[in-house]
C-alpha cells in the first residue's frame, strides 16, 4: 500500500516512537493520522486529529475504533516496561505488560479488522523488539511480552490475508527514547525507525528488522538454547562495554 494518502491510526502517538511514526506518516503524505493517547491533551504534534485511547481499557479501545472508521493503517506502537523479572517480580506487572503489549495491540486489531477490510484491506504494524526472541535478567517479563505479541502477529497475518490486510512486525534492539534512557549505547533514531517500517508496508513486507542488533540476533535463533544464550552473553558485554 501506499502511504501517501492513506489514513493511519497510531497508538501511544503523544511521544517516542508513537510521536515519530504519526509526524512521519504526515510528512509522506498520509491524508489523517489519528494520533492516540491516553491523555489526548498531551498529543503536541500539529495536523494531527487527537484521539483518546487506553488499549488495555475495551470501551476506550471500541470508541477509538468507531471515530476512525476511515482507516487504512494501523500502528500498534503503545507499550510499556515494568523492569519485572517473572519469578521473584511481581506478577501484577507481568500482567500489565500483557495487557498492553500483547492484549492492547490484538484488542486495537480486532476492532479495526472490519473497517480495513471495508476500506481495502490496508496493513497493520506492530512494533515489536529484538526481545521477542532473548531474555535479559530484570526485564523477562518484557520479554514474554514481545515474543507473545510476535506469535500475535503471526497468527493474525494468517486470519487477515483472506481480507487483504498486511500484517508487518517490526523489531529492533533499542530506540533513542524514555523508555531506554539508562541505556548508553548506539540506539536507532525513532525517525529511522519509523521510515524503516513504513517502508516495509509500502514494499509488502512481512517483518522489518530494522537495525542490524535486531538482523543479527534472528540470524542465531537456529542455535541451540546453550549456543544463543553464549552469543547473546558476548554480545551484550560488547554492546555494554562499548
Excluded: C
Amino acid at each position: 500500500m501506499d502511504i501517501n494518502n492513506s489514513v493511519a491510526l497510531v497508538t501511544g502517538a503523544n511521544r517516542g516512537l508513537g510521536r515519530a511514526f504519526a509526524q512521519r506518516l504526515l510528512e509522506r503524505g498520509a491524508r489523517k493520522v489519528y494520533a492516540t493517547a491516553r491523555r489526548p491533551e498531551t498529543v503536541d504534534l500539529p495536523g494531527v486529529e487527537a484521539l483518546a485511547l487506553d488499549v488495555t481499557d475495551p470501551v476506550s479501545v471500541h470508541a477509538a475504533a468507531q471515530a476512525a472508521p476511515d482507516v487504512t493503517l494501523l500502528v500498534n506502537n503503545a507499550g510499556i516496561s515494568t523492569r519485572t523479572d517473572l519469578v521473584t517480580g511481581s506478577l501484577d506487572n507481568v500482567r500489565r505488560e500483557l495487557e498492553t503489549n500483547v492484549l492492547g495491540g490484538l484488542a486495537m486489531i480486532r476492532e479495526l479488522a472490519p473497517a480495513l477490510a471495508v476500506n481495502g484491506g490496508g496493513a497493520v504494524v506492530n512494533v515489536l523488539s529484538a526481545m521477542s526472541w532473548f531474555g535479559v535478567n530484570g526485564s523477562n517479563a518484557y520479554h514474554l511480552t514481545k515474543a507473545a505479541a510476535w506469535a500475535m502477529t503471526n497468527g493474525v497475518r494468517l486470519e487477515l490475508a483472506e481480507q487483504g490486510t498486511l500484517v508487518t512486525a517490526v523489531h529492533l534492539g533499542l530506540a533513542d527514547t524514555d523508555m531506554s534512557a539508562d541505556w548508553h549505547v548506539e540506539k536507532i533514531s525513532p525517525t529511522d525507525l519509523a521510515d524503516a517500517a513504513l517502508d516495509g508496508v509500502e514494499a509488502g513486507s512481512a517483518e522489518v528488522l530494522a537495525d542490524q542488533w535486531s538482523r543479527d540476533i534472528k540470524s542465531r535463533l537456529t542455535l541451540t538454547p546453550e549456543e544463543f544464550n553464549a552469543a547473546m552473553d558476548r554480545a551484550l558485554a560488547a554492546l555494554t562495554a562499548a
